[in-house]
């Protein structure tokens, strides 16, 4: 089959035979589908200067860069680095202070049904204020060991509050309730003194 008997089964289907696309640009002033790819060359005035090419920047070979550099002939030197110059001054970093975080010399303490909650678990060494309030239905009481060594103790009626102020330096402490068996059951926890 020939394109002479495509163009005639084109031409049957009602469309006329379409134009070489050079005649549809120049003769058509509407937009047409065919257009698309018509490209108009504008004949330049006078001299035409060619465009500077820019020069690529090197960039350094670093550990995770997308670009090599690096010769790929085995043996070749590596690229150098720029040393400083003499009596140029080497910047020295300097230590960025650190705050030390203030911990409360205060602390709630709840006492219940076989557990000890104390809002903070860090304090500030030196005279802290141990605030306890007895929400159970028993009678508890606050008391204080670290190191093998009682440092006092509260008792609380049920719906009962009261303060223990003790000095404590760094270390660990154990809160816990005394009262025979109520600490086996749970009514304990540490906090740590800094």
């Known amino acids: 089959m020939s394109w002479f008997a495509i163009l005639l089964a084109l031409a049957s289907l009602g469309g006329a035979p379409a134009k070489p696309v050079s005649k549809q640009c120049k003769a058509s002033k509407t937009v047409h589908a065919a257009q698309k790819h018509c490209k108009v ?79 903070y678990r860090t304090l500030a060494a030196g005279s802290i204020d141990f605030n306890a309030a007895n929400l159970g239905e028993d009678d508890h009481n606050l008391s204080v060991r670290g190191g093998g060594k009682e440092y006092g103790r509260i008792d609380l009626v049920p719906g009962g509050a009261d303060t223990l102020r003790i000095t404590l330096t760094p270390g660990t402490y154990t809160l816990y309730c005394s009262l025979v068996g109520h600490e086996e059951q749970g009514m304990h926890t540490d906090i740590s003194v800094r």
């Open 41 to 119: 060359k504008k004949k330049p005035k006078g001299k035409v200067k060619p465009r500077a090419t820019p020069t690529p920047t090197p960039m350094p070979n670093t550990p995770g860069s997308q670009r090599d550099d690096s010769p790929s002939t085995p043996g070749a030197a590596p690229t150098p680095t720029a040393t400083p110059q003499p009596g140029t001054p080497t910047p020295v970093p300097t230590a960025t202070p650190t705050a030390t975080p203030a911990y409360p010399k205060r602390t709630g303490v709840d006492l219940d049904e076989w557990v000890v909650r104390s809002s």
